[in-house]
């Protein structure tokens, strides 16, 4: 059963000035998805589509990016590509308190200026 569907949008030159403060990557993404890929237009889709997942996931929860830190809830990666939505802390505690256990799967996308996620979480 699905108890939640979220989905966000954003740009992916707002995460430029974010790439040149290593303070605000360490403020809202975790250590697992911080990016080590030199090229600045990578670095930039990476991080935008991942900030998506983070509010997408909110969305999803009902609660909006409130009541949990948004490092901790993540994406890792498979060796394929494919993301997996991670969360911990704060988010995971949330989660249960809301929903008790379930799965949570997560698509990113972008295109040109864009990026986009979409949360789903079931039972």
């Not at 490092?71 to 809301?98: F, R, T």
């Not at 799967?105 to 079931?122: K, M, Y």
Request: with cysteine.
């Amino acid at each position: 059963m699905i108890c939640g569907i979220g989905i966000d949008m954003t740009t992916v030159e707002r995460f430029l000035t974010w790439i040149e403060k290593p303070e605000m990557i360490d403020r809202f993404f975790n250590k697992e998805e911080q990016c080590s890929n030199p090229n600045i237009i990578f670095q930039k889709e990476h991080y935008a589509a991942r900030f998506a997942a983070k509010e997408a996931f909110g969305k999803a929860l009902g609660t909006g990016i409130t009541g949990f830190n948004l490092s901790d809830v993540y994406i890792k990666s498979e060796a394929n590509g494919k993301p997996i939505l991670k969360v911990m802390g704060s988010a995971q505690k949330k989660l249960k308190e809301i929903f008790g256990d379930c799965k949570l799967h997560v698509s990113l996308s972008h295109e040109r200026n864009n990026a986009v996620a979409v949360v789903i979480i079931e039972k």
